[in-house]
């Protein structure tokens, strides 16, 4: 069975209420629920983590190896643009991922064009809302019934 982590950056506990007309309003939680649900049908377990602090989210990826992680999904929000040392936790632990974001960054203020994670990533989802989870999900399913 393959394990899939998915992690949540900074301020996403908020979803649902934090600007929705940028981020929509869809929860976290429900946004988990739908992840969990499909993954079940595909015989995945699927682990969410999501955290407000940068040390938490490295951690988790240090972890990841030994909880046996064959891909994560990421949405590191704000840290998209600042977190040199999350970069380099996913390059360490080598474990494919898949960036994705609500809104579209390169549509919003120039600081949020950069991207610390896209030229390692496996793919990159920007601008489609909720949805994108489900398409970073889909993604993943397809990568690892291919391996």
Known sequence: MSTVLVLHGPNLN????????IYGTETLS???KKLRDRASETGIRLQSFQSNA????IERVHN??????DFIILNPAALTHTSIALRDA???VQIPFIELHLSNIYRREEFRHLSYFSDIAE?????LGSVAYLLALEGVIQRLNNE
């Open 14 to 21: 908020l979803l649902g209420s934090r600007e929705p007309d």
């Open 30 to 32: 429900s946004i988990t």
């Open 54 to 57: 940068e040390h938490e989210l």
């Open 64 to 69: 990841a190896p030994e909880d046996q992680v």
């Open 90 to 92: 996913l390059i360490a």
């Open 123 to 127: 793919g990159v989802i920007s601008g």
